[in-house]
């Protein structure tokens, strides 16, 4: 009789123990093709409607008025150095066409001891937040003034400013310059050079919907409404679009090892955004505020560029009629040119500029150079 090897397993055993593992190896491949399956569904199903028209969630305020707003929302650091220009400027339009929003540090309050200009008494949001550079906050606080702005339902038009911005026309340009086309101005580009995108964003922000661009931007209500009632894309960039701090120079090295990854949030969030959306269409992908960058700075400067400032000296009538004359902007990343219109009309492409000291904003006004143009040519 031949005896089993102790440890030959009985044939009905053996058996046993092949069924269970081909049990185990199915129902792994089964969860794999689940989980893959479960990956393709979301990143191809449609956005659910509460979150691809967030305008949805907001109780819409039809306006039948025929005197709608522009809101010029300013983001202040403290006060508004350039509020004797800016009350020029306001006189020159009718109150009853504009409104006007300040964001500033939680607390300030504008009146009469700490601004030249009652167009900005009491005109600080309640609910500011403290506002940090290269930060989150920034859109933060973006947002919060679209909010405040959206309540008057007779506000139709909402230009975002710094508190060095200037206006290069009268208000009344600028008024029917916004008013007369149905889209938003959107600096809105890729840059193939950028390395801010990160694969931790995706899938809710998809790498081919990611923009770059000014953050000064002017919007037509319905796309405001889309920014403020964002809850998907906003989070995501609090999380993963954060700036790099500074190295110090003698570790400027590490900055190459390890790769650091640099992100600005307002350079991105409202072009990624509304691209997401599908509204590009709907917008002229440029700014209405003209900026000048340093170009003669070393390749080794370039990540720390600003904007070049404007001082009493080089802001006399030249250098502002220069910025009135460009009709178009190049975006070399896209090989595009983006001829300035506004309703299928040219037009100059800039209506503000920055960065402004109050020393070139004081010869602005002395030389006439703000309230200057005539020009109906977007009536």
């Not at 929302?73 to 350039?82: E, S, V």
């Not at 701090?245 to 307002?266: F, M, V």
Request: proline share 6%.
């Amino acid at each position: 009789m031949a005896r089993r090897s102790p440890t030959q397993l009985p044939a009905s055993r053996r058996g046993a123990v092949s069924f269970r593992w081909k049990l185990i190896t199915a129902l792994s491949a089964a969860l794999c093709i689940l989980a893959l399956l479960s990956i393709h569904y979301r990143q191809s199903r449609p956005i659910p409607p509460s979150l691809s028209d967030a305008r949805s969630r907001i109780p819409l305020q039809k306006y039948s008025g025929d005197r709608p707003k522009i809101a010029f929302l300013f983001l202040a650091r403290l006060d508004l150095p350039l509020d004797f220009l800016w009350d020029r400027f306001f006189k020159g339009g009718d109150e009853r066409n504009l409104s006007i929003y300040v964001h500033s540090i939680p607390g300030f309050v504008f009146d009469e001891g700490t601004t030249r200009s009652h167009f900005f008494h009491n005109r600080q949001l309640k609910n500011s937040i403290e506002v940090v550079w290269g930060e989150a906050s920034m859109i933060a606080a973006e947002r919060l003034l679209l909010a405040s702005a959206l309540e008057d339902p007779s506000n139709q038009r909402f230009v975002l400013l710094s508190d060095s911005c200037v206006p290069l026309y009268d208000f009344g340009y600028i008024y029917t310059y916004l008013m007369s086309s149905p889209k938003s101005f959107v600096d809105s580009f890729l840059d193939t050079k950028d390395q801010r995108y990160t694969m931790k964003m995706f899938p809710v922000i998809p790498k081919e919907k990611w923009r770059k661009g000014s953050q000064w931007i002017s919007l037509i209500r319905s796309h405001a409404e889309v920014i403020v009632n964002d809850d998907t894309v906003f989070p995501v960039f609090q999380k993963f679009c954060k700036r790099s701090l500074p190295l110090d120079p003698s570790k400027k090295w590490l900055y190459l090892k390890h790769r650091r990854h640099n992100c600005i949030p307002d350079e991105h969030y409202v072009q990624t955004l509304l691209t997401m959306r599908g509204l590009e269409s709907e917008m002229e992908r440029r700014t209405v505020t003209y900026t000048t960058w340093n170009l003669l700075a070393k390749k080794a400067e370039t990540k720390s560029w600003h904007p070049l400032t404007f001082t009493s000296d080089n802001s006399g009538a030249k250098e502002i009629e220069e910025i009135k004359k460009i009709n178009h902007v190049y975006y070399e990343t896209e090989y595009r040119t983006e001829w300035c219109r506004a309703n299928s009309k040219p037009v100059p492409c800039f209506l503000f500029a920055r960065k402004f000291t109050r020393g070139a904003a004081m010869r602005l006004l002395s030389e006439g150079l703000v309230e200057s143009s005539t020009d109906t040519t977007t009536s």
